[in-house]
Every structure is written in C-alpha cells, then in structure tokens.
C-alpha cells in the first residue's frame, strides 16, 4: 500500500498530537482516559457575585461551601445519627481548628472520640471524591498525609481481611500524638473537594472592609500577569503553546498567536484565568514598568497556596523567565 497523503493542515494537528503522545500506545491510553472522564458527573461549580468586600460572609460561605458540607453529612450518618450529632461534625468540618479546642475541653474519652470521628471522617471524605478520578483526589491532598488518607479512602471497613489494617491506621495516629493534625488536614480536603470551581463575579472592591483578604483566599489558581490581557480579552502566547491549537485568527508577531481567555479575579499584579490557557503555555506582553517596552514572557504556573496577593513565584522574566508551578495542577 502506497502511503497515505495528508492536508497541510491534518498534518499540522497531528505534529501537535505527535509532541504530547509520541506513541500509538501512549495516545490510546489517553483516549481510554478521556473518555472514561467523560462517565464522570461534572464536579460542582459554586457561584459568588457581588462579594462587597465583607471578608467574613464570604470565609463561612467558603467554609461550609454553601450547605454542601451539611448536605454530605446527612447523606453518610443519614437518620441513626441525632440531628444534633450531625450538626457538630458539619461545624467541625467547617472550623476545624476552633471547634477542636472546645471538644478537647469538653469530652472525657478523647481517644474514643477521635476514633468513631475518624470513621466518619473518611466516609464523608469518600462521598465528596466520589466524582472525581483517583489521580485528582490523590492530588488535592496534603502530601504529608496522602498515602494514610488514599489508605483509608479504599480500604472498606465490612471488608473483614482489611478491617484490623484499618482499625491500626487510626490508632496509630492517635499514639503518635498526630491526631488533631490529621483531623484538621483531612476536613481542609473534604471541603477542597466539595467544590471544583469557585467563581467570584461582580463587585469584590467597592465597600467592606477586607477585599484584600478575598483575593488573599484564591490558591492554586491558574493566573498571569495583569498586563498580559490585552483588550478584547486576548492573551499572546508563543506558537509552540499548548494552547495555540485554539488560536484567534488575528494577527499577531513572527512566533506568537492570540488567543481568547476568560478571567477572574485580580489583584494590583495577576489576573486569574479560568479558560483559555493552561499549564505550560508561555505568556508574552510588554513590560512597561520604568519606561521599559520589552517583551516578557513567562510559562504559565498554578499559584501555590496562599493567595493571589503574594504574588507568583519567580514572576515572569524577560527573556523566557518562569513562573514556578504550586501544589495541585490541572487535573
């Protein structure tokens, strides 16, 4: 058979495709892995709009990811659990670190406490994951301690053979003296992954008392330099991007496209990108500061934890510079 002719362009996306999945291999792995993505339910996607400002409304908002915490809670401990019983954990969940320090004071058997605790715990942690592929659990928790909590996330407690296993991970934590840690670490993860996406819309600077503490509330976010969004919402990126493939028809300098994003929320120095961009791409713009109109260019990072008004780390540097990439990733 003689060989097969290709367009120009089919054979500019399969070069693109030939960078990422060298093999015939490699790109049937991923394919089995996009499409068993898409059997997935979509993760929950949380709203916020016209924030004010008022830093508090908005932390408990965050806290309790607007009842969805709650909602989880009564799904795992269902009836055979007093309201009351349920409304605690939902609490603890919330403010782990407060509602801690007055349980402490108040119980007689804290041991016993952190154990039937822990169950739950997990069991809630397990129901919030549920939508999610295991690489991106394993992922949004605190490396300390993912492989206890991956453990005990598949490890069923009715299976007999795993039940002592079990049973010896919780008790060795409390011997150690990590249980409180454990226990903070692990309601910060179960409220990570109760909401995917969180978007702030509308108004966040124009009263209250504490924007800064909202955009300081922003962690492992995709964001770039301000300067880099261009009217019309454009971004410059080098051609050999990943996210040229969705170049605008516009023109742009020898080496570079344009392409659409959409942003979120921003502080004196970086803008959030939700769509449009992703890991890896390099972000080009004019540094204008001091008079100065070269050309910057930074690859495009998560922002650690921490928030946005910290800033990037490393920042963009002219001449191909980067921004280092945080804990989380895309998924």
């Excluded at 916020?48 to 009564?74: P, Q, T, W």
């Excluded at 039940?163 to 309601?187: M, P, W």
């Excluded at 791409?281 to 540094?287: G, I, K, P």
Aim: hydrophobic share 35%.
């Amino acid at each position: 058979m003689g060989e097969k002719e290709y367009t120009a362009e089919r054979l500019k996306y399969l070069t693109l495709l030939a960078e990422g999945y060298p093999t015939v291999q490699a790109l049937c792995t991923e394919i089995v892995n996009l499409e068993a993505h898409l059997a997935l339910p979509k993760g929950t996607e949380h709203f916020m709009s016209d924030i004010h400002g008022e830093y508090e409304a908005f932390c408990h908002i965050l806290n309790n990811c607007s009842g969805v915490i709650r909602e989880k809670v009564d799904i795992v401990l269902g009836e055979s659990v007093p309201e009351q019983t349920r409304a605690e954990l939902a609490t603890l969940i919330y403010y782990p670190k407060e509602k801690l320090e007055e349980i402490s004071q108040e119980v007689d058997d804290l041991r016993e406490w952190y154990r039937i605790t822990f169950h739950r715990l997990i069991e809630v942690c397990r129901l919030v994951s549920s939508k999610y592929t295991r690489s991106k659990v394993r992922k949004a928790m605190p490396p300390e301690y993912a492989y206890i909590i991956d453990e005990m996330l598949h490890t069923h407690y009715e299976d007999n053979d795993k039940r002592d296993y079990y049973e010896n991970i919780i008790s060795t934590i409390i011997d150690i003296g990590r249980a409180s840690n454990f226990l903070v670490q692990l309601c910060e993860l179960i409220k990570r992954l109760a909401v995917d996406h969180l978007h702030l819309v509308g108004d966040i600077f124009d009263r209250g008392p504490r924007a800064d503490i909202i955009l300081d509330s922003a962690e492992d976010v995709l964001a770039i330099p301000s300067g880099a969004v261009n009217r019309g919402n454009t971004v410059l990126i080098t051609a050999d991007s990943p996210s040229a493939a969705n170049a605008l028809d516009q023109e742009a300098p020898e080496g570079y496209v344009y392409v659409e994003v959409e942003t979120g929320i921003s502080d004196d120095s970086y803008i959030q990108i939700l769509s449009g961009l992703q890991e890896g791409d390099t972000v080009a713009y004019l540094q204008t500061s001091g008079g100065s109109g070269d050309m910057a260019m930074g690859a495009m990072g998560m922002m650690p934890s921490g928030g946005m008004g910290g800033g990037m780390n490393g920042g963009p540097v002219a001449g191909g510079g980067g921004m280092s990439g945080g804990p989380g990733g895309g998924f």
